[in-house]
């Protein structure tokens, strides 16, 4: 089975820094894919960067990109730039494509506190 | 961008009644429906995987004629928490997966407190 690991359950940054969150994989899949999802105290689960197995470029979306390590199955996100609104639950996520259903595998969280 | 209802998004109800909770995809069609649920800073545990038209797939673990869950519309799936307890208190969130562009999308969740 599919396993997601986040080994951070609470990291800090102060603002304007910048933090990198770590998340491991385990699969024998090649066809997959990885997501990032923040999760703020409101506890709407919000999608922050994507990454597909197949392509080697690391994913970025403005202040936020990736560590995609496909050998070592890493995928860490760095956050730039810290804002306050960054503050929530971070969670890893990973969708093996070939399989009936393709449900998100979950990582246990990592809370980011940002200080002002 | 492609948005996820989900109604009520706060319910409390005395133990043995069922509640229902409805999770609507607003802007898009989904065959696929997933349904979660969370206890405090822990993760999402997915509950069952609905599929428009036919039977939810439930995880182990979950009783399906507790949890009864119906995908009847690629916008509408309902799950129905019968004869509730005070341990099925929790958040309940769904998400929908776009038919098309195969993107899932969360619904802002359900708390659910039985007294």
């Known amino acids: 089975a599919q396993t997601v690991t986040q080994s951070q359950p609470e990291m800090s940054v102060q603002e304007a820094e910048t933090v990198t969150l770590s998340c491991t994989y385990d699969?024998?899949?090649?066809?997959?894919?990885l997501f990032w999802y923040k999760q703020p105290p409101s506890r709407q689960m919000i999608l922050v960067i994507r990454?597909?197995?197949?392509?080697?470029q690391n994913a970025t979306e403005n202040r936020f990109s990736v560590n995609f390590q496909k050998a070592a199955k890493s995928f860490s996100l760095k956050i730039s730039d810290s804002q306050l609104g960054d503050a929530a639950m971070y969670f890893c996520?990973?969708?093996?494509?070939?399989?009936?259903?393709?449900?998100?595998?979950f990582g246990a969280g990592t809370i980011l506190r940002v200080k002002s | 961008g492609a948005v996820v209802s989900q109604h009520p998004s706060w319910v409390i109800c005395k133990s043995g009644t069922s509640v229902k909770i409805e999770c609507r995809s607003l802007?898009?069609?989904?065959?696929?429906m997933f349904w979660y649920r969370q206890f405090p800073k822990q993760s999402l545990m997915l509950m069952a995987t609905?599929?428009?038209?036919?039977?939810?797939?439930?995880e182990q673990g979950v009783e399906k004629d507790k949890f009864l869950i119906n995908h009847a519309s690629l916008t509408l799936s309902t799950l129905t928490v019968t004869s509730a307890h005070p341990e099925d208190s929790s958040f309940y969130i769904c998400?929908?997966?776009?038919?098309?562009?195969?993107?899932?999308?969360f619904g802002p969740g359900t708390r659910l407190l039985v007294l």
């Open positions: 996520a990973y969708r093996n494509m070939m399989e009936y259903g393709n449900k998100l595998v």
């Open positions: 699969t024998s899949e090649s066809d997959y894919y």
């Open positions: 802007d898009f069609q989904a065959t696929t």
């Open positions: 998400s929908a997966r776009d038919l098309y562009t195969e993107t899932q999308y």
């Open positions: 609905s599929n428009e038209g036919s039977k939810a797939t439930y």
């Open positions: 990454q597909e197995a197949y392509k080697q």
